[in-house]
C-alpha cells in the first residue's frame, strides 16, 4: 500500500524559506506513470496546487506562486521536496504531498502537515 | 478567489441524491477531460471519488458519479448515506499556463 508522509518545520518565520519534505513508501518515486505534488489548504478554506513534479525533474508550478517555489526529488531516498521562499502569513496553511496520474488527479494523499507562519 | 466555481454548500436527505456543481471556462472544465472531484472529511486528508470526469477509482461506490456538460461538471451522490456528509472539491486541468485549477468545496449536508 503507497503511504506519503510530510516532514518539516511546523513553525516558519515571516519572510523566510518554508522548507518540506514527502517520503513515499510502499511504491517507487521513479515510476515512469506517476506524478508527485504539493496542495495547500489553509484553516477553514478550499485546496490551493502548489506544484507537481516527475521523477526525471519535470517540474510545474502554480503561475501565483511560481516565482517563490522549487520542487525537487531525491531518489535515491524516495523522496521529494518542495521549497517557497518569502513566506507571509496568508501561507499558514495545512500541507499535504499526493501522488497523481500527471496533473489530471491526486490518488494518494499524505495525511498533511500544519505549517505556520508567524514570528 | 477559486479559478472554479462550486455552490458553498448542498444537502439532502438519505436516500435521496445531490448533485454538486463546478463551473469553470473553455479554458479548463470545458477543454479537458482531466476534472476530478475530491471528498474530505473534517481533520483528513482529501480523497479522490472521481477522475477523468465520470471513472472511479477502485473502491469508490458506484452511488458516485461524475458528467459534464459544456463548461459546467457535475458530481452526483445517490442514496446518500451519512457518512456522505463531507466536503466536496472539483479540480480540472488548466491548460499549459494555469497547469491545474480547484474549485473553492462544497459542504454536503445529509439531513
Known amino acids: 500500500q503507497l503511504q506519503l508522509q510530510e516532514s518539516g518545520p511546523g513553525l516558519v518565520k515571516p519572510s523566510e524559506t518554508l522548507s518540506l519534505t514527502c517520503t513515499v513508501s510502499?511504491?517507487?518515486?521513479?515510476?515512469?506513470?506517476?506524478?508527485w505534488g504539493w496542495i495547500r489548504q489553509p484553516p477553514g478554506k478550499g485546496l490551493e496546487w502548489i506544484g507537481s513534479?516527475?521523477?526525471?525533474?519535470?517540474?510545474y508550478y502554480n503561475p501565483s506562486l511560481k516565482s517563490r517555489v522549487t520542487i525537487s526529488v531525491d531518489t535515491s531516498k524516495n523522496q521529494f521536496s518542495l521549497k517557497l521562499s518569502s513566506v507571509t502569513a496568508a501561507e499558514t496553511a495545512v500541507y499535504y504531498c499526493a501522488r497523481g496520474g500527471w496533473l489530471a488527479y491526486f490518488d494518494y494523499w499524505g495525511q498533511g502537515t500544519l505549517v505556520t507562519v508567524s514570528s | 478567489q477559486s479559478a472554479l466555481t462550486q455552490p458553498p454548500s448542498a444537502s439532502g436527505s438519505p436516500g435521496q441524491s445531490v448533485t454538486i456543481s463546478c463551473t469553470g471556462t473553455s479554458s479548463d472544465v470545458g477543454g479537458y477531460k482531466y476534472v476530478s472531484w475530491y471528498q474530505q472529511h473534517p481533520g483528513k486528508a482529501p480523497k479522490l471519488m472521481i477522475y477523468?470526469?465520470?471513472k472511479r477509482p477502485s473502491g469508490v461506490p458506484d452511488r458516485f458519479s461524475g458528467s459534464k456538460s459544456g463548461n459546467t461538471a457535475s458530481l452526483t451522490v445517490s442514496g446518500l448515506q451519512a457518512e456522505d456528509a463531507a466536503d466536496y472539491y472539483c479540480s480540472s486541468f488548466a491548460g499549459t499556463n494555469n497547469w491545474k485549477v480547484f474549485g473553492g468545496g462544497t459542504q454536503l449536508t445529509v439531513l
Open positions: 513534479m516527475y521523477y526525471s525533474g519535470s517540474t
Open positions: 477523468e470526469v465520470s
Open positions: 510502499g511504491g517507487s518515486i521513479n515510476s515512469s506513470s506517476y506524478y
